[in-house]
Structure formats: structure tokens, C-alpha cells
């Protein structure tokens, strides 16, 4: 466990140096690598969204693409295409920017829901499957999306479907005064280009299987249970959280655990998570003028939930 601890530090240490002043993200970002999961970062632009991804993967030492997504891009255009070698007389198959170990999907609610939903398998099964063959994608395997606000114009609202398979949903926001006035001053922040590798793939494929070893107790898991019934008879939301919102809600926490340097799960691991995990699955109950806030729902729930002892 403290080589675990080591290692997860020196990450976190590492992508750091490129986006300056903000530790909690990079650990919420660093929980989603360990817990095999994907991270939808919902900000305005130019706070860091692809900084947090570029030095992610310089840091792991991984593949890294950036796909810009657009109105008229098309799921070949992510995933690869079969194209026809005169020379063989067969179809080859060309893989996508998706075949790599960082994904930045930036933008992601620019482009059609058709597009959208070509990442859905690649999400939640690491594979492809294009003309009846089935392609798997390196390990280890991450989708950071980013996603402007609604408002913004020329955006299409992310499927329900599709959101269920981010592990966490957060934001970055501003950096403070101090550490944007570093950034002004040109020394504040490292460029992505220049991190090295701090960990090896292999390093990180250990830890995600040391994440699957952290200890639940019943009250935990009792905790798990309670919290996502309270989802289901919120009166303001018309659906609750899924099975799969459970499970994702426990993986995040065996990775909190594992990042803390504990083997087992405290309930404090799961209420920190609890809002990041579960308020993009949830939806609300008919019309909300916009003046309610699914995150701040999930979070009255939280205290209302007896927290075990």
C-alpha cells in the first residue's frame, strides 16, 4: 500500500506542475484513471480542460489524442474505417484517434447525438465493433469529454444513456488570484510538452487492480444502498440513480481509499464522492426554470443520510 501511495502522489506531483492551483480536481481526475472510469469536465473555456488531460497522459506515459468534436462529424471519424487494399483484395481496418490511452473529447456536446453515442461501447467495454469484428482498445484506457454549458450555442444535450457511463462529472473553475498571477508572470505552470513520464502504463494497470483489492464493510456498502434509494424517492427527481451509478459511486471510492493510502473504504470516501458521481444521473422533474440544481439535491440528500459509525 505505501508504493501504491507513492506512486499516486508522484502523479498527482506531476500533472500539478502544469495545471497550477488546483489539487482536488487532479485527484478527482487521478480517482477515474484508478477506477477504470471516464471524467466529463463541465466549464467554460480556457480554465484547463485539456492541460488536466494532456498532462495526464504525459505523466503515465501514454498515448494522448485531443478530438475536437463538431457538428458534422461523423462516428468513422472517432472510431476508424474499413477500407478496401486492391493489393490484399480484403478490407483493412484503420483505427481511430480513439485508439489510444488519453482521450480528450473536447467539446463533446457540439457534435450529434449519433456521433455521441459511437463512444458508448469504447466506454464501457474498452472495445470496438465495426463491420462485425471487434477491435480493443489499449489499456489503460480514459475519456476526459469536456462539455460547455447548454446555453452555450450550437450544443446538443448529452443522452441520458451517455452520461451514465462518466464515472465522475466535475468542474475546474477559476484559479485563484495568487496562482493566476503566477500564470501571468510565466512561471506558475510547467507546458504539458515538457512533463516526462512519472509513472509507466504497466504502473498504472497495477494500481487500478490494487483499487479492486480495497476492503468495503457492510456499513459502507449499507451507506452505498441508502444514499442512491434516497435518489430514487427524492420528490423532485423523476429518476434516481442506477445500479451502475452505485457501482461507479463504490469504485470511485476504493480509489479515494487507495489514493489516501487506507486498503479499506471509510463513509467519508463516499459522501466526498457522492455529488462528482451521482448528480449527472439523476434527472429532474418536470420544469425547473433552471433553479434547480441536481448537485445541490444529491447534496441535501447527503446530509440527510445518516452517515454510519
Do not use: W
Amino acid at each position: 500500500m505505501t508504493g501504491a501511495l507513492e506512486l499516486i502522489r508522484r502523479l498527482e506531483d506531476n500533472v500539478a506542475r502544469a495545471l497550477v492551483g488546483k489539487p482536488e480536481v487532479i485527484r478527482l481526475a487521478v480517482i477515474g484513471l484508478l477506477a477504470r472510469g471516464h471524467l466529463l469536465i463541465e466549464d467554460v473555456p480556457g480554465v484547463g480542460k485539456t492541460t488536466l488531460a494532456a498532462a495526464l497522459a504525459r505523466s503515465i506515459g501514454g498515448g494522448f489524442q485531443r478530438i475536437q468534436f463538431t457538428s458534422d462529424m461523423l462516428p468513422s471519424d472517432i472510431l476508424g474505417v474499413s477500407v478496401y487494399q486492391p493489393d490484399r483484395g480484403d478490407f483493412v481496418f484503420k483505427p481511430g484517434p480513439l485508439f489510444t490511452n488519453i482521450v480528450l473529447a473536447d467539446e463533446i456536446n457540439r457534435t450529434t447525438p449519433k456521433t455521441q453515442s459511437s463512444l458508448l461501447e469504447a466506454m464501457n467495454e474498452a472495445q470496438v465493433s465495426l463491420d462485425h469484428s471487434t477491435y480493443q482498445l489499449p489499456r489503460p484506457f480514459m475519456v476526459l469529454a469536456t462539455q460547455n454549458p447548454l446555453e452555450y450555442e450550437g450544443t446538443h444535450a448529452l443522452p441520458e444513456s451517455q452520461l451514465d457511463r462518466f464515472l465522475l462529472r466535475i468542474t475546474i473553475g477559476y484559479p485563484g488570484a495568487s496562482d493566476e498571477k503566477a500564470i501571468l508572470r510565466g512561471g506558475g505552470a510547467t507546458p504539458t510538452e515538457a512533463l516526462g513520464p512519472v509513472l509507466a502504463a504497466a504502473d498504472v494497470l497495477r494500481l487500478q487492480d490494487e483499487v479492486e483489492r480495497v476492503r468495503v464493510a457492510d456499513s459502507v456498502l449499507d451507506y452505498v444502498l441508502a444514499l442512491v434509494a434516497a435518489t430514487r424517492a427524492a420528490p423532485p427527481l423523476r429518476l434516481g440513480v442506477s445500479p451502475r451509478g452505485s457501482l461507479a459511486l463504490l469504485r470511485a471510492a476504493r480509489a479515494r481509499a487507495l489514493a489516501d493510502g487506507r486498503d479499506f473504504v471509510v463513509p467519508d470516501d463516499v459522501k466526498t464522492l457522492a455529488v462528482p458521481a451521482l448528480a449527472h444521473r439523476v434527472l429532474l422533474r418536470g420544469a425547473t426554470g433552471g433553479e434547480v440544481d441536481p448537485a445541490a439535491i444529491v447534496r441535501a440528500l447527503c446530509d440527510s443520510v445518516p452517515v454510519p459509525r
